[in-house]
């Protein structure tokens, strides 16, 4: 029987190619569309998800309760683990982990390495499944000055593990380490990134204020029993910041946050959780839902659409003794060997485009074909088959044979209604997809050509390491820096200028609120820095060589004079950190945050201690040479360590990734959505030219033109499409405002883009519509009149 | 006796207003018969012969085929009843046009989950009784009329059914390949099937033991 669905099947793909291939095509896409999507899915729900005490890891972080807002900070002070393990029995192993501030220089032999590190706990490999594959794990830490390496890092370095341990290596030519322990390089399923660790007990021996309350640079994670009631936890931890540091810092409000679920519910507003990357996974998941079901809803159309040759065909078997359950078998059968069909070319796509798909997505998307994957596509493949296959299945099936066998066939009214409201679903996701791509572009071109009160092009930067640590010898390399055939300015900073690097509070002016918590964002200035950033000065001056003990001196945005609410401020002193300094400038406020957010106060000292950043401004046009020349100069200046360097706009660039994905994948998916709305609407048009032909034979009969019936045919669909454009543009307007409201800084929308789009849909259609109904009114009336 | 039929009627609503296709039919056929229905168009003819086969019901009176009561039964019940015991031969031949002429031949062995061999077997029968045996790969698009019918004939035949129904069975082809079809339903009757036709032509009634008058849906 199967055999005999198979051969009648493959003869009717011969026969009537073109649906075939309109079904194949919309099928294989919308599939290929899922895959990726489920790709892209199942890993961002692994994601974390491979530590085997994954239930019990929570990361400690903290309410901030400001006057005027409440954010919720990931870091908390070095101090507090130690204490709550003391006093909480329900914690059973808790670890500090701090960031190495920036990639390491490591030198072994004369081989130089940079790379990026962690302090940890001595728990943390306890805590944490990443697996030590060399040495004991009871011992890594018996050592002070014990360092472990990744399986590639001590690859690269010492070419083997196997006689890594024990080895010596020079850590920024600083101080040296001995390897005890070798563990697995970090999956690429883990939010953490890191090729080396070191013990946090160093960590603190360098910065010591680590362990101060008021300090922020520690990320605690705590392995609780199991069975602990976390919400009774955090009840009970509530106020033990407040307490141990007698009500001091009240703004502060530990709590508990399990682990795995930060990677995709991370975003905070106002202290409250709101989504995170969970929104892109629902919001992806339910765009490859909706293909699929567009996809599946046109091989319905299509197949009604075509129902009259197939009549014939279910009479005869009706009469012959088919039973309804018979055919039903046969037409689903036909649908999911077309599913199959399309899956295997969904597949190639897939592998075609994964390359592609994994660059947008900034993954490493692999297809293994493990039994998880098999069973998903399987089910995919199977869902949309059968899904596909229903409803023709028991439309066609339902038939009397005599009524069929006679060739009368009245299609009821609801049946077209429910097409019709296909369509017009069909297009108005389309019209969405095709604003929003719109307005995701010009925000990004908006971004782009922003004014951000300072100039990031032909910028690089780089870090402070090796000689230049020295504070003494800054002054002698930057003079020598500038001196540097290509190169414009040069000064030192602290700050990354795309995003929050260092917010500090404690200061006192006249007239200050005492309830007034706002933290600064600190910026370290060296000299020229705030000229060669095009940085407006305006009020009083830079930083600058010509004046003495510029330690002793402070510059502030605009938003933090606002704030200060000081008048003629220049001169005046303020009290930071307990000590007194005098006001010398005022800049213009600039973003030196992602545009999502409003400009905050800002203060600029001048810190030699804590300058961390290299930046350079190189002349137009010259970049390569400029480069390639600081690279000379580096191994002179500096010897020994890397030249590694980033361009400050690219860096810039990356703020806005996410957005930039976003922008990519909406493009494409807005291009299939269109794609598979065509295909769909001339499914239909062929139906109802079908089921016209007759009343189209009349009508030329009697004489109408071939022009007016296309018109006639062609105008119920344009209706069709002026409804979905008349729902879709103001759901659209809805949905991209709120999006641009996530900027503090935004483009804006405009008319123009919902009328491009709109006019855009309306050509697309009258073109897919009248290539049938041209054919159907040029066809000759004869062979429509004529009864079978 | 094989089959009766006592006071059907069939009616359709149309606008508000009852449109009577059968009025009142009495009617029976035992084994053997060779029954030709006539009437102008519109008389009821393939509505009787549609009920006649179960292909179409209708809303009073009573059916017994085989003394089975057919109007009482379920239609899971009623399809199993034709499919054992009644073959079609249409007009327009109705044969599926993608499958070969064996393949036609052998699709209602399939529906009566015949196995296999059994199917090759009565294949190979008919397509040597009707003389086709040339033509088994051939698909319906490539052959003649007449040629179809037979084929048409063949598949109605081949699991043996006690009743033909025929609807014109003629009316497509030319006389000579119509006279052919007609003497092979004679041929057919002398072995014991029972076939009852419609049909317009006087000449082919003729072959019929008894015939049937219709007019305006009522025995004439």
Redesign the interface.
């Known amino acids: ?1 199967l055999k ?1 669905h198979l ?2 099947y493959m ?2 793909i011969k ?1 009537y190619k073109i649906p075939f291939i309109i079904n194949i095509i919309g099928l294989s896409t919308a599939l290929t569309c899922s895959i990726l999507i489920y790709l892209w899915v199942s890993d961002e729900l692994h994601v974390d998800k491979f530590h085997k005490h994954q239930n019990q890891i929570f990361h400690l972080m903290e309410t901030l309760d400001f006057a005027d807002e409440k954010s919720v900070s990931p870091h908390t002070s070095g101090i507090i683990i130690p204490l709550l393990v003391e006093e909480m029995p329900e914690i059973e192993q808790a670890t500090r982990v701090a960031k190495y501030p920036k990639n390491a220089s490591i030198f072994v032999e004369d081989k130089t390495i940079k790379a990026d590190g962690y302090y940890v706990g001595k728990t943390f490999f306890d805590i944490f499944s990443f697996p030590i594959i060399e040495g004991n794990k009871n011992t890594i830490w018996t050592n002070t000055n014990s360092i472990l390496l990744s399986e590639s890092l001590a690859k690269n370095l010492f070419g083997t593990t196997q006689n890594a341990i024990g080895k010596t290596i020079d850590f920024q030519k600083k101080k040296k380490y001995v390897v005890s322990g070798i563990f697995k390089d970090v999956p690429t399923k883990s939010s953490e990134n890191f090729d080396f660790v070191l013990s946090y007990e160093e960590r603190i021996l360098v910065q010591p204020n680590l362990m101060e309350w008021g300090s922020s640079g520690t990320y605690a994670y705590l392995k609780m029993k199991p069975e602990t009631d976390v919400v009774a936890f955090n009840l009970k931890i509530k106020d033990f910041i407040k307490q141990k540091t007698n009500n001091d810092q009240i703004y502060r409000t530990p709590f508990l946050k399990k682990y795995s679920d930060e990677y995709l519910y991370g975003n905070y507003k106002d202290g409250i959780q709101t989504g995170g990357r969970i929104t892109y996974v629902k919001l992806f998941s339910i765009i490859a839902l909706f293909i699929l079901i567009i996809a599946c809803i046109n091989f319905m159309n299509l197949s009604t659409a075509k129902v009259s040759r197939r009549l ?2 279910i ?9 309804k359950k ?1 055919l039903v078998f046969q037409y689903l059968t036909e649908a999911v060997v077309l599913a199959f069909m399309a899956l295997f070319l969904a597949m190639i796509f897939v592998l075609l485009l994964l390359p592609e798909f994994n660059q947008i997505t900034g993954k490493q998307l692999t297809i293994t074909l493990d039994s998880t994957l098999l069973i998903a596509l399987l089910s995919i493949t199977l869902f949309t088959g059968l899904l596909s296959g229903s409803y023709p299945a028991l439309y066609l099936s339902g038939f ?3 009524t069929i ?2 060739g009368k066939l009245n299609t009821s009214v609801g049946e077209l209604w429910t097409r019709k409201g296909l369509v017009i679903i069909q297009y108005t996701i389309s019209i969405i997809l095709i604003v929003s791509v719109l307005v995701i572009y010009k925000q990004i071109e908006f971004i782009q050509n922003k004014n951000l009160g300072y100039s990031k092009e032909q910028v690089i930067h780089f870090d402070r390491e090796g000689k230049t640590l020295d504070n003494n010898y800054i002054h002698t390399f930057l003079s020598a820096l500038k001196k540097v055939p290509g190169v414009v300015n040069a000064s030192c900073t602290r700050n990354r200028m795309t995003g929050n690097s260092w917010e500090v509070g404690g200061f006192d002016w006249e007239g200050k609120d005492p309830n007034d918590y706002t933290q600064f964002e600190h910026m370290i200035a060296y000299y020229d820095l705030i000229e060669m950033l095009n940085i407006d000065v305006l009020q009083g001056r830079a930083f600058s060589e010509n004046f003495k003990s510029e330690n002793t001196k402070v510059i502030f945005n605009e938003a933090a004079i606002n704030h200060m609410n000081l008048k003629d401020p220049v001169g005046k002193t303020i009290s930071f950190w307990g000590k007194q300094k005098e006001i010398v400038g005022v800049v213009k406020n600039f973003h030196f945050q992602s545009l999502h957010e409003d400009i905050k106060p800002m203060l600029i000292s001048f810190w030699p201690d804590r300058l961390s950043k290299f930046m350079v401004k190189i002349e137009k046009g010259r970049e390569k040479e400029a480069i390639a020349n600081l690279n000379t100069f580096y191994k002179e200046y500096n010897p020994n360590f890397l030249f590694d360097y980033s361009f400050l706009d690219e860096n810039y660039q990356k703020l806005y990734l996410s957005e930039q994905r976003i922008a990519k994948l909406s493009r494409y998916f807005a291009v299939l959505a269109i794609l598979i709305s065509c295909l769909g609407l001339f499914g239909l048009v062929s139906f109802t030219a079908e089921r016209r032909k007759k009343e189209v034979g009349i009508r030329k009969v009697l004489g109408d033109s071939s022009a007016h019936i296309s018109f006639l045919l062609s105008k119920e669909f344009v209706k069709l499409v002026l409804v979905a454009i008349c729902l879709g543009l103001p759901i659209s307007y809805v949905l991209t405002n709120s999006w641009l409201s996530g900027f503090a800084y935004n483009a804006g929308t405009s008319i123009w883009y919902f009328l491009t789009a709109g006019a855009f849909v309306l050509i697309i259609t009258i073109l897919t519509v009248s290539t049938q109904t041209i054919i159907a009114a040029n066809r000759n009336p004869v062979e429509a009149l004529k009864d ?1 | 006796m094989l089959l009766q039929l006592k006071n059907v009627s069939k009616w359709v609503q149309s606008g508000g207003q009852k449109i009577s296709l059968l009025k009142d039919i009495n009617f029976w056929v035992n084994e053997g018969d060779f029954i030709s229905i006539m009437g102008p168009s519109g008389s009821g003819k393939s509505t009787l012969l549609n009920v006649i086969g179960m292909l179409d019901t209708f809303n009073e009176g009573e059916y017994t085929f085989l003394d089975q009561s057919v109007h009482k039964l379920r239609e899971k019940h009623r399809s199993n009843l034709y499919k054992q015991y009644m073959g079609f031969v249409f007009q327009s031949y109705h044969l599926i046009d993608e499958l070969t002429v064996k393949e036609n031949l052998e699709m209602p062995l399939l529906y009566k989950k015949y196995n296999s061999s059994e199917r090759k077997a009565l294949v190979a029968d008919i397509l040597d009784q009707f003389n086709i045996v040339g033509k088994k790969d051939l698909f319906p698009t490539q052959l003649s009329g007449g040629q179809q019918q037979l084929v048409g004939i063949a598949r109605a035949l081949i699991a043996s059914p006690k009743l033909i129904l025929a609807d014109e069975p003629t009316g497509n082809l030319n006389s000579k390949q119509g006279e052919e079809i007609m003497e092979t339903f004679k041929e057919l009757n002398k072995q014991g099937v029972t076939i009852i036709q419609v049909t317009h032509s006087e000449k082919n009634a003729q072959y019929g033991s008894r015939v049937i008058n219709l007019l305006d849906g009522s025995i004439v």
């Open positions: 029987m005999h051969i009648l003869r009717s026969k014939k065909e009479g005869i078997k009706k009469a012959i003794g088919a039973s018979t009397k044979p005599a066998l006679k079978e």
